[in-house]
DNA sequence: GCATCCCCCATTTTT
DNA sequence: TGGGGGATGC
């Protein structure tokens, strides 16, 4: 057989990586090593060199976007035929898997998704209802322990067997409770879809044959994001065809705090039992040196396997290393720098990006951009569909279409105001507690329920509304106008005639717009219900290059000419959360690393002296990631003295100690008060009388500060930074310290 | 039932 | 510094 162009222009592990069929296959895919390309050369591979049905091809991505992307690379290569094929999310995968054997786990075929927030409202009515203590049991933490939970494939009866102290039994009250108004509203969230589909693929032998029939061949991207439920989901599905191919990056793993576990990769290995592995080190898009300071801050990590990235375009320019007074000297240096590149390097702005870790450092730089007048798009921040008034407008809707949704219709009754608040909604609660109904059926018989006067005309008008609005057949676009109008809602907006209102107003006009793209109401609902990508949507005025400001986290995937990453700060990047726990601070290692890999050409890496931060000035010593790059690949460009100056002569007392960790007090008192409500600390450290911040000596090393403490008893171990050498971990037990 | 004020708190985010 | 939520007052 001729070789297809789909195999030209491969390197060896690519050409490997596309065309190996002999079974499970991983492919360790570094930074920028062409691994959309191998995943989609490989489907086309399958289906134009080895006859594959689209059909039989299974291909998960972790965004919307993303699979669209890879629909159309492969579309592009082999032809229209790539329509047929499932490449999706985990979650829309099982929507449809659901969709189609609703029966077998006993759910209407039109189940309503829960996102986050209806999730946690729902939560929050069942604590209510449990009478738990709101300021012990915020909804948010209690239904993020349940989604953890869920995660890990721990449903609620298994949570509540394991359930070991009284905080633990009362989550599982809750959880089970939690679950079952889910199911009498007809709903999931987003952790059931993943659940109840391994659950029927568990139960269900029979379903689980026909779907494995179905997919002979599946395939995984970012495989180091995947929870132990969807790592499961591949697993049985692909058990028996053996063609499975995951694809990942260990040290791209930055969504642990969301469930995602890398030790599934682990996990795929010691599943199938023969896995072929692939690595691909090569790079195509960045300079070496980039690529370098890449390395030699991820071989910080312990416990990963060697992946060195390389690439054969030279070494480039330095990395740029900038020291600034403060954030906003910080911001002016990253602008002038923007602007000098784009008039006298020719650059355009969309080549140019800035990452920073938390969202709120994004005002700083933006403050500077619109001073210049420089365009940027901003990334992240509120999404669409997150904008109270498309919430609403979807209440409605969902309220619409399935009653027995508790949370839309409590929601859809709120807005406008109609005069049933929070007293009678409770009687009508107790009310449909008691007699075992909806609490839509509940606001039916409302007299019943004991309410009366302008709350019982309100809730008339809304179950009239709803029923009106159900009997009519018209496009989803059109139910949705048709609420609004009906409902008083956009009459208030109206009315309002604020520039927030006009607002709301256009969005809510966009959301019809959608709307008018589904012929389906059920289309239209779970399309919203999977999608948060407000990149979907048309966003007229966006034509214009613009510089690129996001969170490290959203540049994932990305790739710029020219990057700056600011407040490489200890305590702000590593972030103050992560410094007493090494787990996280791996995790942030990973995240400077996905930082660093997605420049091309130039990466200017920044730091303050001094920052405003929660209101307060806060003066944080440089990040321990940028130590970690070394020397001769920086250049360093120092801020004004002024500032400098300034910071020395404030901390001059602590400065005896040691000059890298100048406000080490402030720093790990912060740490420690982050890391407190995280968890206990260890006993076996008790015993020995240290703790995080107490001041040590050590026989050689001399004087320095316990900034971490981790294990038991004489297994237990403390990082220690020390002002002669830096940071030591070391053996409690053996540790020749001396607590000062 | 609803508005207002004040206090508290503070990652990262996709589905 | 600023937003969200709870308590308070009308």
New binding site residues.
Partial sequence: MAESAILEGLNPAQYEAVTYTGGPLLVVAGAGSGKTRVLTHRIAHLIEDHGLSPFEILAIT?????AGEMRHRVGWLVGPVAESMWVS????ACVRILRRDAAYIDYPTRFTIY??GDAVRLCGYVLRDLNLD?KRF?PRSVHAVISAAKNDNIGADEYAERASNIYERRIAEVFSTYQRRLASAGAMD??DLLLRTVELFRNNPEVLERWRQRFSHVLVDEYQDTNPVQNELVISLGAQSRQVTAVGDADQS??A??GADIRNILEFERAFDDVRIVVLEQNYRSTQNILDAANSVIVNNTGRKPKDLWTDRGSGPSIVRYHADDETDEARYVVSEIVRRRQDEHMGLDEMAVFY????QSRAVEEQLIKAEVPYRLV?GT?FYDRREVRDAMAYLKAVTNPGDEVSVKRALGVP?????????AKMDAYAAENGLTFHEALRHCAEAGVTG??ATGAGQFCALIDDIASLQASPAAVLQELLERSGYLDELRSEKSVEADGRLENLAELVGVAGEHDAMDDFLEAV?????TDDLADPGSDESAVTL??L??AKGLEYPDVYIVGLEDGVFP?I??LTEPH?LE??RR?AYVGITRAMRQLTVTHAWSR?L???RQYNPPSRFLKEIPEDLVHTVDGSRMARSRYYRRSRRERSLDRASINRDEIVDRALDAGR?ARPSPSGADRLGLKVGDDVRHSQWGEGVIIDIRGEGDDAQASVRFASVGDKQLLLSWAPLQKI
């Fill in positions: 972790f965004t919307n976007k993303a999310t985990f979650h829309a996102d986050q709101h915020p987003f952790d930055i969504y705090f969301r870790r938390t969202n709120a992240g999404r105001k109609r005069g049933v608040g929070a007293t009678s909604v302008r709350s219900a999977l999608v948060a990508d996001m969170t986290h959203s972030h959360r992560a996280e995790e942030e995240l405003l929660y209101g307060s409500q």
